[in-house]
């Protein structure tokens, strides 16, 4: 079930943060409330923002929620191109425990400012805050204090905050309640501070480049609450800045014009004729190749040094089947273990053995005279004892 609420007005200022809670209270009332009296503080109720008729909120709008049982926030510093121009953005509530939804309309009236923008822009990065902490309005309140009795301004605002996450930080681990930081930007109306012009000194220059902290007198009227990293921040005065584009370029024949619906091309649209790059591409390379191919050819078969060369390879190779085959049948070596033996109890010579091919040479020398001396010892038992000498 769709439940609508009536719309909301809010009117933010150009060039000043915009931050506006979505309650989860507000829409409770839209739901069916637990069996028990007193539960209905527990539905885990998450909410879908949106440009009505968009899939996606404006560029300069964020949204965060951490959990379904924490209330969302909708955060940005919208620009001076908005004003006049109301913003609706659709807000869709999702009760994860009854699957019900409730809708309602969020109109931003933009306001300009005479003040906007303030001409020195200060951004801080906070260690220790995540987004949503630093939204909340007494901490933003209490950072704003500390910084305007640092600065000494007549006025001074909060343009924009922004998660590390969106500047390319990473998630901290999960151990000592560690927080994943948030960049504050302020403006005033008058020059920097000494106390925040110390960052730009050389002895502070040289500390934040070996990663060591910097040494800021009035880093104690923020260190009770907020840890600053003073290596990051940046002092911008908007007089000086130098526009790159004053005008919007004139867009090209594919861009899509802001009024008016888009005309397609004709569909009777001339072919393209693709044989100029298929020579391009394949016919001259190929004909480059055939005469370098024959190029060589006449080099190497028609030319007396190219003949030369041939015979002269020709020959190595026909030397070298000659060396081959000789190695073939080249008689082996023997070596000395392979010597006649005398045998031990009959006397006779035993004769080393020959094999006739190759591959039985790899048999050990030990292991071909045991062989040997086993044969004839069966030859030996064979004999008479007649046969052997006797001695008076």
């Known amino acids: 079930y769709l439940h609508s609420h009536a719309d909301r007005n809010v009117y933010p200022s150009a060039g000043v943060l915009f931050v506006h809670v979505l309650e989860r209270e507000y829409f409770k009332g839209e739901f069916p409330p637990y069996p028990k009296a007193g539960d209905s503080s527990n539905d885990p109720i998450t909410f879908n923002t949106n440009l009505k008729g968009y899939p996606d909120r404006p560029g300069w709008l964020r949204y965060i929620q951490r959990t379904p049982h924490s209330d969302g926030v909708l955060y940005g510093s919208p620009t001076a191109e908005h004003v006049g121009k109301p913003t609706i953005i659709e807000i869709t509530a999702y ?71 969106d500047r390319g930080g990473r998630v901290p681990l999960p151990i000592n309640d560690l927080k994943e930081g948030v960049y504050v930007m302020v403006g005033a109306d008058v020059q920097f501070s000494s106390c925040l012009r110390e960052v730009e000194t050389p002895q502070n220059q040289l500390r934040c480049s ?82 370098l191919f024959i190029i060589l050819a006449y080099s190497m078969c028609c030319r007396r040094e190219g003949v030369i060369q041939l015979v002269h390879h020709s020959s ?60 004839h010892q069966r030859v030996g038992r064979r004999q008479p004892l007649t046969s052997l000498p006797v001695r008076l």
Request: aromatic residues 8%; hydrophobic residues 40%; glycine residues 2%.
């Open 210 to 291: 070996q990663e060591m902290e910097p040494v800021i007198s009035c880093d104690k009227k923020f260190r009770a609450q907020f840890h600053i990293d003073w290596c990051k921040i940046s002092l911008v005065d908007i007089t000086k800045v130098v526009a790159v584009h004053s005008n919007r370029p004139d867009p090209g024949t594919g861009v899509l014009p802001d009024i008016g619906e888009y005309n397609p091309p004709s569909e009777s649209l001339k072919s393209r004729d693709y044989f100029t790059d298929f020579l391009i591409t394949l016919a001259v390379p190929s004909a480059v190749a055939l005469v």
């Open 95 to 165: 009760n994860k425990r009854t699957f019900e939804t409730a809708r309602h309309n969020l109109v931003i009236n933009i306001m300009s400012t005479e003040e906007f923008p303030l001409p020195y822009q200060a951004e801080f990065f906070i260690k220790n805050m995540n987004v949503e902490e630093m939204l909340a309005s007494e901490v933003l309140g209490d950072f704003l204090g500390a910084v305007k009795n640092v600065w000494q301004p007549e006025r001074l605002n909060a343009i924009n905050i922004t998660s590390a996450l």
């Open 316 to 375: 190595i190779q026909k030397s070298t089947k000659e060396l081959r085959s000789m190695s073939k049948n080249r008689e082996i070596a023997w070596p000395l273990s392979t010597l006649p033996v005398f045998h031990p109890v009959s006397g006779e010579v035993v004769p080393p053995l020959h094999p006739d091919n190759y591959e039985t040479t790899s048999m050990p020398l030990m292991q071909t005279q045991t062989i040997q001396m086993k044969k």
